[in-house]
């Protein structure tokens, strides 16, 4: 039985404390019927949203181009502050493939994304991680580095600022969009007992490949200032390579350094089964279990061969 293709996409867009702002973009997504919202996380820390859609490729295209027009109407970067790192209004739209999809299709799909939407909002676009031109534009940290207020200064100066697509200068209100195409990515934060970011910045130095961590975490930290603590904050982007478990587990030993208590974590957005198992796994020292004995992706599997989709 032939199934039907299913990519997901989950943009990430510069809001995440404006009610009516996060409204009149959730109701454009409401729009697309065709297109499952499986997570919609408004970050007011970060002040910033990750949304997660899926659907056939066509179909959600479609959604993330009316929900990246949305916010190039409704959010101006000139007044936007927030601990993330962020350099555009709708600040990135990542294709990821999931069912009978290739990378090389999510690859394409981030070129003609990028390509349509440049066009219609004249938003300069930059193509990131697998659908990257540029290696040196691999890395979504170096694509974003110096943000909205950096890259303003620097395109239309600088050469290696070039978008892949639009034009050569910041939009005056919604900066700049990276695209890409790649793997799943998990969105992982580990909260610390105590308000010191040194401590914080020290340990994400520790676990970040750039810094001489693992290789398929990127780490920063940051001041959760409502809550009075500080916070490793992760993107793991390849679990299967460097599992959730692992990282955790270094954050602990660095904590224990400074005298500081791990003192919660979370995942932010969506997260395979397979992530799971595997920490289950590690922390129960399980022995010769394996993903299909877990109800939910046998039930989940069962439907899949009957639906075909």
Request: hydrophobic share 40%; with cysteine.
């Amino acid at each position: 039985m032939v199934l039907s293709k299913v990519v997901e996409c989950v943009p990430n867009f510069s809001e995440g404390r404006n009610k009516k702002v996060l409204d009149e973009i959730l109701s454009v997504i409401k729009k697309h019927n065709a297109v499952k919202l499986l997570d919609f996380s408004p970050d007011p820390d970060h002040n910033r949203t990750d949304v997660t859609l899926v659907g056939s490729p066509d179909d959600v295209k479609a959604a993330v181009m009316d929900i990246a027009i949305k916010c190039v109407e409704l959010i101006d970067m000139n007044k936007h502050k927030g601990e993330h790192p962020r350099m555009g209004a709708i600040d990135v739209v990542p294709f990821i493939p999931v069912y009978n999809v290739t990378m090389e299709e999510c690859i394409e799909l981030a070129n003609e994304f990028a390509k349509e939407f440049s066009e219609r909002t004249n938003v300069p676009c930059y193509l990131y991680e697998e659908a990257a031109k540029r290696e040196d534009r691999r890395n979504l940290a170096d694509v974003r580095r110096g943000e909205f207020e950096g890259l303003k200064k620097e395109i239309g100066r600088n050469p290696n600022k070039i978008p892949d697509y639009g034009p050569n200068r910041i939009h005056p209100t919604a900066g700049a969009t990276a695209v890409g195409a790649r793997f799943f990515l998990i969105a992982f934060n580990v909260n610390l007992g105590t308000n010191n970011l040194d401590v914080a910045k020290k340990i994400a130095k520790a676990v970040r490949h750039s810094s001489g961590g693992y290789r398929y975490v990127k780490a920063m930290g940051f001041d959760i200032k409502e809550k009075n603590i500080v916070q490793v904050s992760m993107n793991l982007v390849n679990y299967q390579k460097t599992p959730i478990h692992r990282v955790f587990e270094t954050i602990k030993n660095e904590a224990e350094r400074y005298g500081v208590p791990v003192i919660g974590s979370e995942i932010v957005g969506l997260i395979p089964l397979e992530a799971l198992f595997d920490v289950a796994n590690h922390y129960l020292r399980l022995e010769d279990f394996k993903l299909d004995q877990v109800l939910e992706k046998k039930l989940l599997d069962t439907m899949i061969e009957k639906t075909g989709r």
